[in-house]
């Protein structure tokens, strides 16, 4: 069976530090996988997707990066974060021709 | 631009009601998925509908899509506080970007005991 992983589960950065967010998947090959930020009970906002190795697409400009260096690794980074970065990232995956999208357990950060 | 109207968008009943929970567009989807979410917690599939008119039961919860692929329900019997959750629909458009999901907003929905 598939599993996903994200790490940290929880994150307290100080404003100007920089981030590494990580999540990799089992048990399946050549997933899209995704990156959303979510405010407090509240909906899912995409911010970037990758269909392989090396290919990014970005939905909103932002302070933030995706990066893909493995088939099921995907990896979200910031060079400078802002008090706005702070938020609940969720990392979920879905088969390719698929059309269900599993999550991972998210990672809440504070950026103080 | 497919927008999928999640409505209402905050729910509060007593352990015991029923409840039924709106997902709404303009455009057709190919699939459309419900998640529940609790609070720090990732999204959990609770089903996918593909077929217009499609009814899926799960114990307590039925949903369905309309016949026109373009809106669907949830609807709880007997709510308990277990069922506390943000509950999210999801479709697939197709036709469009075959990688993305189109999500709604959420309904947070609360049970009291």
């Known amino acids: 069976s598939q599993t996903i992983h994200q790490w940290p589960a929880t994150l307290v950065q100080p404003v100007g530090s920089p981030l590494s967010l990580e999540c990799t998947v089992e048990?399946?090959?050549?997933?899209?996988l995704y990156w959303y930020r979510q405010a407090a009970g509240r909906g899912l906002q995409l911010l970037f997707y990758?269909?392989?190795?090396?290919?990014i697409s970005s939905e909103v400009p932002q302070n933030l990066s995706a990066s893909r260096p493995q088939d099921r690794q995907f990896i979200l980074s910031s060079k400078k974060l802002l008090l706005s970065d702070s938020g609940f990232y969720l990392c979920?995956?879905?088969?390719?021709?698929?059309?269900?999208?599993?999550f991972g357990p998210g990672t809440r950060l504070l950026v103080l | 631009t497919q927008l999928l109207e999640q409505s209402p968008q905050f729910l509060s009943i007593q352990e015991g009601e029923n409840l039924t929970v709106y997902c709404n567009s303009s455009?057709?989807?190919?699939?459309l998925q419900w998640y529940r979410q609790e609070p720090g917690e990732g999204p959990v599939l609770l089903v996918t509908?593909?077929?217009?008119?499609e009814v899926k039961k799960l114990k307590r919860l039925t949903f369905q899509f309309g016949d026109a692929r373009k809106d669907s329900s949830l609807h709880i019997t007997a709510a308990q506080p277990g069922d506390t959750g943000l509950y999210l629909c999801?479709?697939?458009?197709?036709?469009?970007?075959?990688?993305?999901?189109?999500f709604g907003k959420g309904t947070l929905l609360t049970v009291n005991p």
């Open positions: 979920a995956w879905m088969a390719g021709g698929g059309w269900t999208q599993y």
């Open positions: 048990g399946t090959s050549n997933p899209n």
């Open positions: 990758s269909v392989g190795i090396g290919q």
């Open positions: 455009s057709v989807f190919s699939s």
């Open positions: 509908v593909v077929t217009g008119g």
């Open positions: 999801a479709g697939d458009a197709r036709g469009g970007s075959n990688y993305k999901l189109t």
